[in-house]
């Protein structure tokens, strides 16, 4: 994930979560790392950067990511990812690049700001994937295209140079659409804290702000994304949570009214972050100690990493 600022719950519900679950599992062993290089095509300040990073090593550490159990580091701190990302770029026709849609979606979103790495990121995203042997990567179908173009360089690469790169397949998530609480018309976006529910906000922000979310004319509780797009995002939020069909939710709130089912899912959302909240305040506290974690996972990703580069270099004849 790229530290660009407070994790909200879209972000939660469609990747944090899946990946404490991942590593939980025992089927797997997880690499999961900060993706800061990516975050700098966004052109953060280098305060507020570097104060990014802390904040999401403080996030995954207390959404339950274990560096006993997985690799957790910082992609700054092993230079392979972008030395590995130059020798693509070689194999890498413009016009795969083109056809991006992602890349397409931020140019619009920045468009003060479109720059190289903007463009080239998605060969950055082959590059952190094939070093480590990933057999297997956790995507939603927003990343398909992005999978995609990591196996058609990793098998390019292979053609051309001999057997190197594993050719990963997808771990197809279910990733929730959580729209804004202002205009459930668009995504939860942190650029509008007020239609986002960050998974730090304090219980009364939480209620504030569901209190006060779009719902829709009439009182009767009932899921349909068409007609009722406001109260429907709660009812999928909710769903979320607790592992429910929303129409099962809509349900079990039969009869009721629309506050009742705010001042339920404030409740929910509060009680299911209790104890993120008061390990992450612990562990924002002591910020030595979590770039202590970061450097100690760092390094040992990147012994993996510097192994299969070096494979590389040997490939091509450096």
Known sequence: MQPTGRLHVGNYLGALKNFVELQNSGKYQCYFFLADLHAMTEGPSPKELAANILNLAADYLAAGL????SFIYQHSLIPVHSELAWILNTITPMGELERMTQYKDKALKQKTNVNAGLFDYPVLMVADIILYNAAFVPVGDDQLQHLELTRTLARRFNSRFGETFIEPKGLLTQTPRVMSLKDPL???????PEGCLFIDDSPEDIKRKLARAVTDSGAEIVYDPEKKPGLSNLLDIYGAFIGKDPHGVAIDFEGKQYSDL????????ADHFAKFREKKAKLIAKPSAIKKILAAGSKKAGSVAGKKMAEVKKRVGY
């Open 186 to 192: 668009k995504k939860m976006s942190k650029s509008d």
């Open 66 to 69: 274990d560096p006993k159990k």
């Open 262 to 269: 705010k001042a339920k899912l404030a409740e929910l959302i």
